[in-house]
């Protein structure tokens, strides 16, 4: 394989940090299929999250002239500034929460093998960077990618569901099994693809009430709509909104929600400004 740049990887004796949640992908057959649905062409602005020991770098790089790559570990960050030119990579030490992917460009696809235990609040600060992506494809925990792509009245319908899918189309790609990764993590993880609304239908009037009205819906799942609004939407609300005073958040598509946000923004623009977290923390509802 012809690494441009690049000197040939060496046999690993990098051991996996917990605290950085690594499990590094092994499975060639997998890396195979990944590659394939992202299909990278060679002037695309690709960015890895996490690239860990390579498992999916070489492969991108035999297609593209260029990859950037957010990467915490620092001994990883450094063996990557040795392995490759930085003509064909661009290392971006830190953390992929602070890390401003608008210093890195434009027209972005995304990629990875996110960290599960910051997957959620990654996944949050990605629907808050829909306008500088092309599309999104990540390995995640099994059940994340569930809660991604479930619809309204499923079990796994969640806060995450409707922010994403209010940003995302999303496609769920294809399981992968613990044995793919060293060491082996003890849940199933699975591919999602997200490719950005493009415009947003519907479109809220206050991205950051609405996001505020699905926290606060979401806090307490099992409660009514009754009580988890009460102080910000009456029941006759509702009822004129077309919503049941009765139903569970779970029950509320993304445009409901949408037309929640609105009537507020019109009515009473202020009612939840400091009473919920802000959108990219990952909280048990998310």
């Known amino acids: ?81 040795t392995e490759y030119s930085p003509t064909v990579m661009s290392v971006h030490e830190g953390d992929a929460l602070l890390i401003d992917l608008s210093t890195i460009g434009s027209n972005l696809r995304i990629t990875g093998n996110l960290p599960y235990n910051i997957s959620t609040p990654i996944l949050f600060r990605l629907a808050q960077a829909a306008h500088l992506i092309q599309d999104i494809h990540v390995m995640l925990q099994r059940e994340v990618v569930e809660r991604m792509s479930a619809g309204a009245g499923d079990s796994s319908y969640s806060r995450l569901s409707v922010m994403l899918q209010y940003r995302y189309h999303i496609e769920y790609l294809f399981d992968v099994p613990p044995a793919a990764f060293d060491p082996i993590p003890r849940v199933d993880s699975a591919v999602v693809r997200l490719i950005p609304r493009r415009p947003l239908a519907p479109a809220a009037l206050d991205e950051k009430l609405f996001a505020h009205v699905v926290a606060r819906a979401f806090a307490q799942r099992r409660k009514t709509l009754r009580n988890t609004l009460r102080g910000v939407l009456t029941a006759t609300e509702l009822e004129t909104l077309g919503v049941s005073p009765n139903a569970r958040a779970q029950e509320l598509t993304v445009a409901d929600f949408v037309r929640l946000a609105d009537y507020l923004s019109q009515h009473q623009p202020h009612a939840l400004a400091d009473s919920l977290p802000p959108n990219d923390v990952d909280v048990d509802d998310a």
């Open 1 to 81: 394989m012809n690494y441009r740049g690049s000197k040939p990887p060496q046999r690993d004796s990098h051991i996996a940090r917990k605290r950085f949640g690594q499990h590094f992908l092994i499975d060639e057959g997998i890396i195979t299929s990944i590659v394939q649905a992202i299909a990278p062409q060679t002037n695309d602005a690709m960015v890895e999250i996490g690239p860990g020991l390579g498992a999916l770098t070489r492969p991108l790089l035999s297609r593209l002239a260029h990859l950037h790559v957010i990467e915490i570990d620092r001994d990883l960050s450094a063996r990557l500034r």
